[in-house]
């Protein structure tokens, strides 16, 4: 009987751990892709600036040649 108990409670440790390690995993990843969408966000609008201002001056990078 005492052997199944070190056993479950080794278990419950380890379930714990891993759910703790998963969300934790999950919150590192939801902030990357958070991350990563602002910025893709942010160079597109860098990128379409100079588009809107109808100079035609965007060069293959989307960055205006005459800045």
Not at 27 to 39: P, S
């Amino acid at each position: 009987m005492g052997r199944f108990a070190f056993y479950a409670m080794q278990k419950a440790e380890s379930d714990i751990k891993s759910s703790f390690v998963c969300k934790s995993l999950q919150k590192q990843l939801e902030t990357l892709l958070l991350q990563w969408y602002n910025n893709n966000v942010i160079l597109w609008k860098l990128g379409a600036k100079p588009m809107r201002t109808g100079c035609g001056c965007v060069d293959s990078y989307g960055m205006c040649k005459n800045s």
